[in-house]
């Protein structure tokens, strides 16, 4: 089953702020050499796809869902 934690809903878009993506980048991100890699846990395809549509939205910044 699902972290109940683990989900994603269109009310991110309004609340992640760049200071809110810089912490999720420091803690769960990496950088591969040459892109910045955001782990998503057990979010399904679509929340995968709403936050990349948020963080393109929100920052400008282009996002892929890539398996493993």
Same mark, same amino acid.
């Given at each position: $089953?699902?972290?109940?934690?683990?989900?994603? #809903? /269109?009310?991110? %878009? #309004? &609340? *992640?702020?760049?200071? %809110?993506? /810089? =912490?999720?980048? &420091? !803690? !769960? %991100? =990496?950088? !591969? +050499? #040459?892109?910045?890699? *955001?782990?998503? %846990?057990? *979010? #399904?395809?679509?929340?995968?796809?709403?936050?990349?549509?948020? *963080?393109?939205?929100?920052? +400008? =910044? /282009? $996002?892929?869902?890539?398996? +493993?």
């Amino acid at each position: $089953s699902r972290n109940k934690d683990e989900t994603c #809903s /269109a009310t991110v %878009g #309004s &609340m *992640l702020t760049s200071r %809110g993506l /810089a =912490y999720w980048i &420091m !803690d !769960d %991100g =990496y950088w !591969d +050499g #040459s892109t910045v890699r *955001l782990p998503t %846990g057990n *979010l #399904s395809l679509q929340e995968v796809e709403l936050l990349s549509h948020i *963080l393109f939205s929100n920052f +400008g =910044y /282009a $996002s892929r869902s890539i398996n +493993g």
